[in-house]
Structures are given as C-alpha cells and as structure tokens.
C-alpha cells in the first residue's frame, strides 16, 4: 500500500504515539484509500485488542469554522466511516465506542482538527 498523502487538507491516515488519526478533507466523511504498512499494523493491534475484550474509543473532531450543527453531524459521519473499517477488521460493533463529535478550539490547524481517533482503552 501506498503512504498517506502529503495534501494538507485530503483524507490520510498516520499513527502518532500508538494513536490511530484518520485525517479528512474539508466536508468530506471519505477515508484515505492507502494505508501505510504502519497503519495497517496500527489498526491489526486495535482490532487484536478489541477481540481480546478491550474497548476501542472513537473520538470525532472538527474545526470551528461554518456551522456547528453540520460540522457535529459530518464528525460524527467520519466517526461512522471509521467504525465501519474496524468491524471490516472483524471488531465487534459492541466493542467501538464511538465518543462525541468534538471541535477544535483555540488556534489550531483546521485540516489537523477534520480527524477521527482510535485509542484502545486502558
């Protein structure tokens, strides 16, 4: 597979500190259709925890820009996109937690805060 893309503001996916961060473009709910092999090995080791009784937590994040209501509802659709990958992965759909869509406030990047997280709960 090929790396993430190097768009600032196109869909990739990357592993930062054990954290699965699937970056979306502006108004967009579509994955990165390449996943590094870190990614790949990022998302096996989520799936291999949630099958072994863990909780994978799925946080959806947007930026502060343009409506509330909409920007809520397209983080929560990412949220979705992302889940589906997991239950590909043979996750249980009881085992995503899938957590409130969350804006980005504060002086960040607005292509950083359009992600979805995946962290295996403690």
């Not at 983080?75 to 992965?89: D, E």
């Not at 969350?102 to 292509?111: P, V």
Request: hydrophobic share 50%; glycine share 8%.
């Amino acid at each position: 597979m090929v790396a993430p893309a190097a768009d600032a503001d196109g869909a990739r996916v990357v592993v930062e500190s054990g954290v699965v961060k699937f970056y979306f473009a502006t108004g967009k709910s579509d994955l990165a259709v390449d996943l590094s092999a870190e990614v790949q090995n990022a998302l096996n080791e989520a799936a291999a925890a949630a099958k072994a009784g863990k909780k994978l937590l799925v946080s959806g994040f947007h930026d502060s820009t343009g409506d509330a209501a909409v920007n809520a509802e397209l983080a929560k659709q990412r949220a979705i996109s992302v889940q589906t990958v997991l239950v590909g992965l043979g996750v249980s759909e009881t085992s995503v937690e899938l957590k409130k869509p969350e804006a980005m406030l504060g002086s960040g990047d607005n292509a950083a805060a359009r992600r979805v997280e995946v962290v295996i709960a403690p």
